[in-house]
C-alpha cells in the first residue's frame, strides 16, 4: 500500500480549491510536491491530465483525479488522522456544508471580478448572507466548523476567509461582524499552521496583484 | 444503527441529480419516500432543509444532508452492496469521473434551453466533445464504466443518457454515434431496472412538456 510515489498536486497559486488540498496535505503531514501552472500560459500536457481544464489535480503514480472534494476524500481515506467525524449522518451534513462552501467561493470570486458596483453589491450581499446561513451550523463554542476538532469542512472556508482577510486590509468589505461566531471561526483558520503553509510565502502579493489586475470594479477601489 | 426511520428523498420531478439518487437507492434496494416539490410553486419548508434552494435533499430523521454527491457517499457507506471500487485509486478516479457527469449534466441542461440556434449548436458541440472524453475512460469491455458491475459512476450518467434519448426521438441530437463504446453504456444503462424506476411513470410526458415550454431553440423544433 505503500509503494506508491508521493503525490503531486497541480496548482495556481491564487486558487482556493486547491488550497483546501493543500490545507488537508498539512493537517496529515502528507510529504506531497506541487507543480505550479500559468492560467494564461497552460502547458500542453495540462489538458490531458485536466479534463475540465480546472485545478486542483492530484497524481499519484499513473493515477489522476481532479475536483477538490474527490482528493479530500481520497486524502480522507488514505492517510490518517481522518478529518471527517465517524457518524454517517454527521460526515453527510459536513460534506454537504463543504458543498456549500463551495458555492460561496464561487459568488466571492464573481464579486471579486464584477464589473459594476451594482453587481459588486449584489454578491457581496450573497455571500454575506450565505455565511449567516453556515454561521447557525457551527458548533456553538467553537473556533472549528465542529467544535475543538479541524475537520474538512475547515479546509473548505479558510480559503474563503483567507482572501476576504486581505481584501479586508485594502478596502473594507464588512461582510461579518468584527466578533461572533464567524469572527472567531476566521480568526482560528488564519492562524493554523495549515492553513499557513499552505499557499506560498508571497501570497498576499500575488492574490492582490491578481484582484488590483482583474479590470473590476473592486480592482479600482484599491488601485 | 437500524433505529432511524427510512429516508426520504426531496425531488423535482424532471431534476438529472435527483435521479442519480433514486438509482443509488434502488440499486441497493433501500426503502424510502419521495417528496415531490414543485419548482414554480415553492413550499414555505424548502428553504430551511435546502441552502442552496436545490435538489437532492436527502433527510433522515433529523438530520438533512443536500448535493448529489454527498447523498452518494451516504447511501454507499451505510448500505450495500458498495457502489464503489475497493481500491482507493480506483475510487477516487470513479469520484472524478461522476464530477465529470455534472459538468456534462449542466451543459446539456443549457443546450435543452439555449434561447439561439448559434448558443445550442455551441453547447451541443461541447456535450458531444465531452463524451468523447469520458468515452476513453470506460471499461474496453462495457458496458458500464467499470465493466460489468454497476457503479456510482453509471448512476450519474444515465440521467445525461436518458434526456439525450428522448429528445432524440423527437429531434434529432445525433450527439454520439449509434454504435461504438458510448451507445453501448447507454443502451445497457436504459434498459436497467434501477434507471427505468428511478424516475416517475410519466416522466416521459413531463420532461418533453418541460422542455416544450422552455421558448428555447429547441423547443421550436419539437412543438
Redesign the interface.
Known amino acids: 500500500m505503500t509503494s506508491e510515489s508521493i503525490p503531486e498536486l497541480i496548482s495556481f497559486k491564487v486558487c482556493p480549491f486547491v488550497q483546501r488540498s493543500a490545507i488537508t496535505l498539512k493537517e496529515k503531514n502528507v510529504d506531497f510536491k506541487t507543480t505550479y501552472v500559468d492560467l494564461k500560459n497552460l502547458p500542453d500536457w495540462f489538458a490531458d491530465v485536466s479534463?475540465?481544464g480546472k485545478v486542483p489535480v492530484?497524481r499519484?503514480?499513473d493515477?489522476?483525479?481532479?475536483?477538490s472534494?474527490?482528493?479530500a476524500?481520497?486524502l480522507d481515506?488514505?492517510y490518517s488522522p481522518s478529518l471527517h467525524p465517524d457518524d454517517?449522518?454527521?460526515?453527510?451534513?459536513h460534506?454537504?456544508w463543504t458543498?456549500?462552501a463551495s458555492?460561496i467561493t464561487m459568488n466571492m470570486f464573481a464579486m471579486l471580478h464584477a464589473k459594476t458596483e451594482h453587481d459588486f453589491q449584489e454578491l457581496k450581499n450573497k455571500v454575506a448572507k450565505?455565511l449567516t446561513?453556515?454561521e447557525k451550523e457551527i458548533h456553538p463554542q467553537g473556533p472549528f466548523f465542529a467544535g475543538d476538532v479541524f475537520s474538512l469542512v475547515d479546509a473548505s472556508y479558510a480559503p474563503i476567509f483567507l482572501r476576504l482577510y486581505l481584501i479586508d486590509q485594502a478596502y473594507k468589505l464588512d461582510i461579518f461582524p468584527a466578533t461572533g461566531r464567524i469572527a472567531d471561526w476566521s480568526n482560528a483558520l488564519l492562524k493554523r499552521d495549515s492553513v499557513i503553509q499552505s499557499v506560498v510565502d508571497d501570497f498576499e502579493d500575488i492574490f492582490m496583484d491578481y484582484t488590483k489586475n482583474s479590470g473590476s470594479f473592486l480592482s479600482q477601489q484599491i488601485n
Chains 1, 2 share one sequence.
Open positions: 479534463p475540465l492530484l499519484v503514480d493515477s489522476i483525479f481532479f475536483e472534494a474527490v482528493i476524500e481520497y481515506e488514505r454517517l449522518l454527521q460526515k453527510a451534513r460534506r454537504s458543498e456549500f458555492d450565505q446561513q453556515v
